[in-house]
């Protein structure tokens, strides 16, 4: 089984808010992701990560950043939530040439 | 840009019947890769393909890999409800880190 962590699992917020949701791997996978999935939808790339201090934005234009200060932690931050952001979060992480890993998400709903 | 397409969207089957969902990528792919992911939960990867022409079998699955490295397909045979979900397939981004997953085919069982 994969170690990789998500915190919340679960977020109701109100709007304007900041939030930063939680994601740490203990495999040290050098390669990191941010997507964005409504239920039963597509995945969307938001942000992406390929090192320490490396980060690169995705296909899913979004109000959010990252950080990569150390291998095994990935937070994503929101300066300003809004109902448009309501949806799932899944972090993943991978070694170079090999499968990704998903951790369990974060629900995010916006009211 | 890069896009993946997979189809069908829905596939509603009865219990012991077959089912396959094809995937099609815009460019050449390095390999492919085939994920799971059961309604609420997030994805779990299931194989990988490198070589064109590729088949691989996990007991009731088999995925192919096309000839021209473009094209992949999952078959499975006398479905169950467990095989229940979203199955995505995600090629490499070609000078990237980034992997572009497909549409997603959603399969419903009927028992």
């Known amino acids: 089984e994969a170690d990789i962590y998500q915190t919340p699992r679960y977020l109701v917020i109100g709007t304007g808010k900041k939030i930063t949701l939680e994601c740490s791997q203990t495999?040290?996978?050098?390669?990191m992701y941010w997507y964005q999935q409504d239920p039963g939808m597509e995945l969307h790339l938001i942000h992406y990560?390929?090192?320490?201090?490396?980060?690169e934005k995705g296909d899913l234009s979004s109000e959010s950043t990252v950080s990569r200060i150390r291998t095994e932690h990935f937070p994503l931050t929101l300066e300003s939530a809004r109902p448009s952001h309501t949806s799932q979060y899944l972090c993943?992480?991978?070694?170079?040439?090999?499968?990704?890993?998903f951790g369990p998400g974060t629900r995010l709903t916006v009211t | 840009g890069q896009q993946v397409m997979q189809i069908p969207q829905y596939q509603h089957v009865q219990e012991g019947e077959d089912f396959t969902t094809y995937c099609n990528s815009s460019?050449?792919?390095?390999?492919i890769q085939w994920y799971k992911q059961r309604p609420g939960g997030h994805p779990v990867f299931l194989i990988q393909?490198?070589?064109?022409?590729e088949v691989k079998k996990q007991k009731r699955l088999t995925f192919q890999f096309g000839e021209a490295k473009k094209n992949s397909s999952l078959h499975i045979t006398a479905t169950q409800t467990t095989d229940v979900g979203t199955y995505f397939c995600?090629?490499?981004?070609?000078?990237?880190?980034?992997?572009?997953f497909g549409t997603g085919t959603r399969l419903k069982v009927l028992a």
């Open positions: 993943a992480s991978r070694e170079r040439g090999y499968e990704q890993y």
């Open positions: 495999m040290g996978h050098d390669k």
């Open positions: 990560s390929y090192g320490v201090n490396s980060t």
């Open positions: 460019t050449t792919l390095s390999n």
């Open positions: 393909l490198v070589k064109s022409g």
């Open positions: 995600a090629g490499p981004a070609s000078g990237t880190y980034k992997y572009i």
